[in-house]
């Protein structure tokens, strides 16, 4: 492939096998159909994305132990 094709193979790999936050900006970013906005998601799109559902997924045992806390305490 072309320069610009190897950023749309790895962007469409990880649209199917990323976490959900990288799977929808991954989708977003082909759907664009732009090959600097998918040169721009392979740079720093993935990293960012995997950061977003790493921090929902600890928002989410966060919120998991507080929920437990107050049901020991009842």
Known sequence: ?????????QVQDWA???????R??????????NDA???AFVAT???AADLA?????LNAAQQ??????RVEQM
Do not use: F, Y
Request: charged share 25%; hydrophobic share 35%.
């Open 1 to 9: 492939p072309e320069p610009g094709g190897w950023n749309r193979i």
């Open 24 to 33: 929808q900006r991954a989708q977003a970013a082909l759907d664009s159909n």
């Open 45 to 47: 799109g993935k990293d």
């Open 64 to 69: 998991a132990a507080l929920i437990q806390s």
């Open 53 to 57: 559902d790493k921090q929902d997924a």
């Open 16 to 22: 199917v096998t990323g976490s959900p936050t990288v």
């Open 37 to 39: 906005k998918i040169a």
